[in-house]
């Protein structure tokens, strides 16, 4: 009998200056034991953040029922409002949480609250002392048999500075991590690990439409010859994806040459280009993590849409994506006739981009089945109400394959710890960690 064709997990496609990583097929699995317990399923991590709070019109009121983010009565019964009608067909799969907050930050001007939304830091003080963010921790516990522990990304990039933070993550003592926004010098740096190509290079081949899986194309062939059959399948629609990736950062170019500086709050009212198509760039991001995590790339990543307060890009979006002649900081602020709509529309439009990612999350499969069923996806804020550090709108989606219980809606009440949700979902993803900052509990439906 001939011997059955095995494939390395490590296994790159190769073509001209440029090497790309491959999904899970079922010839890595031949001659070990696919059939091994749960347990050892790679478990991911995914934090996902917006700034500014969120639309809550007054109780009783149409607007409320309209566009109220939190949504009508409670548990598996409750009632999205147009707000979050997009996740609709994740219901199953997620549960909307209210009332967490972090004690430190209950009384900090809402957008320094920002700061803290993944690490539970204590900001009261002139001194900025934040701490260790969970993504960080995670990265220790889960990310060592990747290629990269995390990823950090963000609308912006770099650091930003004290209360208009561009990054979600902290390392020991509260030391920021700079965040990557360049979707065509993240797709390069990571999944062209050996590309000599310099990015003009890059760019030049683009411009003759060279994709990198026009590089790699006469590998793929290659080894498509001896896959079996649902390899193959999975194989083109991998390659299907890479390029669809590349599309969606060529859309996002105008972007490439435009850097903000960390520093210098005179230079964050920036104009952004009309051409800017702030879906196409927010679904790229979404498209790169969804590639990281279907290539083991890593299992830890962290990704900031947008800084708090009008800072940067994110300010135009909703002009960029709807029409809506404010940014999303002035919009938070405003109290003019039909300004719940307005908000509501931008809040659903945020939604609705998160619900492209857990179905791109639910499509995408690995050794286990659907990436999402082992991966925890967190997508929140860290106000209410404009400046209001309390009842965070938070979304846990994702990880029924590490045995997650869904609920629909949970208000929690207003004291309890957000740290409290960060420990679990630690524990959830396999860290063994007693506490996280001010925890004092776990919650209850994540198998901690």
Not at 368 to 389: F, I, K, Q
């Amino acid at each position: 009998m001939s011997r059955p064709f095995r494939l390395h997990r490590r296994t790159l496609l190769r073509g001209a200056g440029v090497a790309c990583a491959l999904p899970y097929l079922e010839a890595m699995a031949v001659g070990n034991t696919p059939a091994a317990s749960a347990s050892d399923a790679a478990k991911r991590m995914c934090f996902v953040y917006f700034p500014n709070g969120v639309s809550m019109p007054p109780a009783g009121g149409e607007d409320r029922e309209a566009w109220g983010w939190f949504p009508i009565g409670e548990g598996r019964d409750c009632r999205f409002t147009k707000v979050l009608e997009p996740l609709e067909p994740h219901r199953d799969e997620l549960t909307v949480f209210g009332g967490f907050s972090h004690p430190n930050s209950r009384r900090l001007l809402g957008h320094i609250a920002g700061d803290t939304w993944l690490t539970g830091g204590d900001l009261r003080g002139s001194a900025y002392k934040n701490s260790i963010s969970a993504d960080q921790v995670a990265a220790r516990a889960i990310g060592g048999t990747t290629r990269y522990p995390s990823l950090t990304l963000s609308c912006d990039g770099g650091v930003g500075y004290k209360s208009r933070i561009a990054t979600l993550s902290f390392a020991d003592g509260g030391k920021p991590v700079p965040a990557q926004h360049n979707p065509r010098a993240i797709f390069e740096r990571y999944f062209v690990p050996s590309g000599g190509d310099s990015l003009d290079e890059r760019r030049r081949s683009l411009d003759v439409g060279r994709k990198v899986v026009d590089l790699i194309m006469d590998d793929a062939r290659v080894l498509r010859r001896r896959l079996g059959r649902t390899d193959r399948v999975k194989m083109d629609d991998y390659l299907d994806s890479l390029s669809q990736v590349e599309t969606g950062i060529a859309r996002s170019e105008s972007w490439l040459d435009t850097p903000l500086p960390d520093v210098d709050e005179s230079a964050f009212s920036l104009d952004v280009s009309a051409a800017v198509d702030p879906q196409a760039y927010i679904r790229t991001m979404f498209d790169l993590i969804t590639l990281a995590f279907e290539t083991d790339l890593t299992r830890v990543v962290t990704y900031m849409i947008a800084r708090e307060d009008g800072m940067g890009f994110g300010e135009n979006f909703p002009k960029l994506a709807l029409g809506i002649k404010k940014g999303h900081h002035k919009i938070s602020h405003d109290k003019s006739d039909g300004h719940w709509a307005e908000w509501g529309s931008y809040d659903r439009w945020l939604t609705s981009q998160l619900a492209y990612f857990v179905d791109r999350l639910r499509n995408v499969r690995d050794a286990r089945g659907p990436v999402l069923d082992n991966t925890l996806v967190l997508y929140g804020s860290a106000c209410s109400s404009t400046h209001n550090a309390r009842n965070y709108p938070l979304v846990l989606a994702g990880g029924s394959g590490m045995g997650v219980e869904h609920g629909g809606y949970r208000p929690m009440s207003e004291e309890t710890p957000m740290s409290n949700l960060l420990l679990s979902a630690l524990r959830t993803a396999g860290a063994k960690v007693e506490r996280f900052a001010d925890s004092n509990g776990l919650v209850e439906g994540l198998p901690a």
